[in-house]
């Protein structure tokens, strides 16, 4: 059951961080907006335990996980951008 509850947070977390990022250089489809919304989440946990805001074991929450989701579009934004 964890691994779906990881799929709909990280779709509805890539979701949230495509809405609110500017640019049209933005994966799209199901399955990338879902890695996105992860990844993101993978992120904010390791910047947050690097930080120390969490603790060895601690995840992210649903708003880190969308902040982590954004810092990866923006990033994927300019290597398109740099691309075209």
Excluded: E
Excluded at 41 to 50: N, R
Excluded at 72 to 80: D, M, R, V
Aim: charged share 5%; glycine share 16%.
């Amino acid at each position: 059951m964890g691994i779906i509850w990881a799929v709909i947070i990280g779709f509805l977390a890539g979701l949230i961080a495509k809405w609110i990022t500017p640019g049209s250089h933005k994966p799209s489809g199901f399955i990338l907006t879902t890695v996105l919304g992860i990844v993101g989440a993978v992120l904010a946990t390791w910047l947050g335990q690097a930080v120390g805001w969490y603790n060895a074991g601690d995840g992210a929450g649903f708003i880190a996980s969308i902040v982590g989701a954004v810092i990866i579009l923006l990033a994927w934004g300019q290597i398109a951008r740099s691309r075209a």
